[in-house]
């Protein structure tokens, strides 16, 4: 796997410049610029996400909570926000609570310990009826963005 130390020596640059190109952060000449992706698409060189996650404390990741993805309206959803969430840079884990020989509330729990554990931006919540007041709780104590479609108003 090439690295950004080989983008910069083949297109005879510094690692910063890589690393502006890439991620935007500074004008770059033009043609340093095009230098820059030559060298990337021969070596095939990919941003490293846990590094840059570790960097920037950002996964670029979703969380969709879903209640049946066989239902067509809760399919479009997930369709939906990977659409979205493409545009702006994001991707987007789908999480299906209704799965076979499955519990709702078990797997639900799951979800939120998965998702604490790899610190999503943000998570959606397609709710069918309220959640659980723990559960709820669970998924703000994280101080992670929580999305609520659907579902009655909670209490405070």
Same mark, same amino acid.
Request: without cysteine; hydrophobic residues 45%.
């Given at each position: 796997?090439?690295?950004?130390? %080989? &983008?910069?020596?083949? *297109? ?5 410049? @890589?690393?502006? +190109?890439? #991620? ?8 340093? =610029? *095009?230098? &820059? ?13 846990? $590094? ?12 969709? @909570?879903?209640? %049946?993805?066989? #239902?067509?309206?809760?399919?479009? @959803?997930? +369709? ?10 994001? %991707?987007?884990?789908?999480? #299906?609570? %209704?799965?076979?020989?499955? =519990? ?19 998570? @959606? +919540? ?28 909670? $209490?405070?």
């Amino acid at each position: 796997m090439a690295t950004m130390r %080989d &983008v910069a020596r083949l *297109a005879g640059v510094s690692t910063a410049t @890589i690393s502006h +190109v890439v #991620n935007k952060t500074r004008f770059v000449e033009p043609e340093t =610029s *095009a230098r &820059v992706h030559t060298a990337i698409g021969q070596l095939g060189y990919e941003v490293d996400g846990v $590094a840059r996650s570790l960097r920037t404390g950002a996964t670029r990741m979703l969380a969709l @909570i879903i209640p %049946d993805l066989m #239902n067509p309206f809760f399919a479009e @959803i997930a +369709v939906a926000a990977q659409r979205y969430a493409l545009l702006v840079g994001y %991707d987007v884990a789908i999480f #299906n609570t %209704d799965v076979p020989e499955g =519990s709702p509330k078990v797997l639900f729990e799951h979800y939120l310990k998965a998702i604490r554990r790899k610190r999503y931006d943000a998570v @959606i +919540v397609a709710e069918t009826i309220p959640l659980d007041p723990v559960a709820r709780q669970q998924l703000t104590v994280t101080a992670t963005p929580v999305i609520l479609i659907g579902g009655v108003p909670h $209490a405070q």
